[in-house]
């Protein structure tokens, strides 16, 4: 505590200087005088050590930081924390829902989550539900001229098979939707193949996967999984650009694979791949290419790595430290370990995702969602 004293006790909040003459004679005075001044105090300094406890640092730097930022009562710097299911995206999971699933349901879905690809892949969709963000920026606002003139745009681009996955409309959330996108699950399992061919020390063995599932927890088995989940989600930072190439080569070294469970799914994702990369012709006779949604997938895999390493899953309402200009997280930049090293925002007074570093943001209060149950 040697480090508390370096902020004299008797200097007060900023805001809670003496009153002047005029302000005492003219009944503008706050309420509680001092006693209402020492309840600020208090709770600013309860703030403080709360942060130096959770940084790890020393109540003087805590001070600083959170004075620097501009930090008020219930928020918090994003470099620390933790939010998984964030409220802005209703009618999904919350961390309490989870937990209160029949032991049924829950072996259920631990064994699920052990059968890589596609069953891992199919338990993280449903796991991690697309929803749509009813904070900030009101999508459904847009005039009718403003939507026709985006889906024309759009359609553009996938007939020419330009933005497919590409970062210009990343971040939009998928207009207002998060988690979400056709044929989501099918591009996590061929992410998970990619790391099998391409780095197959970090998938686990089937047998230590099957064990750990009868244990009925999926965060078991996501400790069991967390390299391959980390490098799946490091492969779509090296861009979509040479993605297929990579995808097409993983299918057909998974049908040769010695698991019978990647065998099949590589089968499977034979057609699903053809059906990504593959012109055709729409209702007005022009050809497109189907748009994968790759950033669904990345939200998804984002979100399942909060749920060990902390960090605030896309969903998230921030805003910037020590500014009011506030914005939505759409995206996570992650390194060889740890929390995200680098959050993708939508502010609300643009269009267009920027990067920024964790300790430049300030997460809102009450963002994990604390919903009964999944609403379906």
Known sequence: MADEEDIPRDTPPPGDGPLSDTAA??????????EGRGRRDRK?????????????VAYSVAARQLAGAGVG???GLASLGRTVYPVGLPGRWSLAARERRPAAVKLSDARRAARLAGGRAAHLVERFPAGRETTGQDTAARGAAGQDTAARERAGRERTGQGIGGH??????????YYAGDGLDDLLAMLYLVVARE?????PAALDLAWT????????VDIECAEVDR???????DGVAGLWGRVEAAVRAGQDDASPAIRHDADRLTLVCRAFTMPVEGADGEPYVRRAPWRGAGQVLDALLVVAEDGHAPGTRVRLAGSAAAGTIVGAGWGAAGPPVRYEVRFDTGHLARTVRPEELVVLPGQESAAAALQV
């Open 25 to 34: 004679e003219s009944g503008t005075a706050p309420q509680g005088g001092v």
């Open 44 to 56: 600013r300094r309860r703030a403080i050590r709360a942060h130096a406890a959770q940084a790890g």
């Open 73 to 75: 009562p219930g928020e």
């Open 168 to 177: 210009g409309t990343a971040g939009r959330g998928a207009g207002g939707l």
């Open 199 to 203: 780095a197959p020390g970090l998938v």
């Open 213 to 220: 599932a009868e244990l009925g927890e999926e965060t078991a």
């Open 231 to 237: 490098a799946a989600r490091l492969v779509l930072d």
